[in-house]
Structures are given as C-alpha cells and as structure tokens.
Nanobody, 124 residues
Framework: QVQLVESGGGLVQAGGSLRLSCAAS????????MGWFRQAPGKERGFVAA????????TYADSVKGRFTVSRDNAKDSVYLQMNSLKPEDTAVYYC?????????????????WGQGTQVTVSS
C-alpha cells in the first residue's frame, strides 16, 4: 500500500513563508517524478510544482515562479515545497503526488498516488 503524507501547512500572514513536506511509505519513488498541486474552495485542483528524480528538472506554475521552490531527498523518500512571499490567493489545500514515470509533468491525471492534503491559509 502506497501512502503519501503531507505536513507543514498552517496559517500565515501575507508575505510570510511555509515549508511543506511529503513523506512516502510503502514503496520508494527514487526514480519517479513527484509534484505538488493545490485546490482552493470552488476551484479545480491545479498544478503548482514538480521535480524529477535527480532534481535536475523542475517546473512551476507561472503563479508561483520565483516564490516557491520544490526539492526532494530520495534517501528519505520525501519531497518539499518551500513557499515564500505568500499571498492570500495561495490559500488552498496542498496535495503531494507521485508518479511511476520519470518525466516531469504538470498533468494531474499523470500522477498515480496522492496524499490527503494539508491546508495553507494566507491572511491579508
């Protein structure tokens, strides 16, 4: 059974920072891409960031470029999302995702495994 568990969400003021973590268990994803998505109330789940196994390939949604950084530690089967300069529009439930394929992709349906999500709320 594959499990992804996110942590690190919370309430922060605009301009602040948070670091999300996602730990995988049940199997390793040392050769698969991993990503972060988010879903605000009344909206579809959308792409935030993704990273390849090596970490050499990373991609971001335009709305978070320059503010968010995705990283991973394969020895710990973990992926992270450092979020700086947070804005109220970043408020959402953030989901970690993993895929069996090695190619970095922004497509939600390309990911095979999902965490339960962690709430991020940015106050103005």
């Amino acid at each position: 059974q594959v499990q992804l568990v996110e942590s690190g969400g919370g309430l922060v003021q605009a301009g602040g920072s948070l670091r999300l973590s996602c730990a995988a268990s049940g199997r390793t994803f040392s050769n698969g891409a991993m990503g972060w998505f988010r879903q605000a109330p009344g909206k579809e789940r959308g792409f935030v960031a993704a990273i390849s196994w090596s970490g050499n390939s990373r991609t971001y949604a335009d709305s978070v470029k320059g503010r968010f950084t995705v990283s991973r530690d394969n020895a710990k089967d973990s992926v992270y999302l450092q979020m700086n300069s947070l804005k109220p529009e970043d408020t959402a439930v953030y989901y970690c995702a993993a895929r069996n394929g090695v190619v970095v992709t922004t497509t939600r349906t390309s990911y095979d495994y999902w965490g339960q999500g962690t709430q991020v709320t940015v106050s103005s």
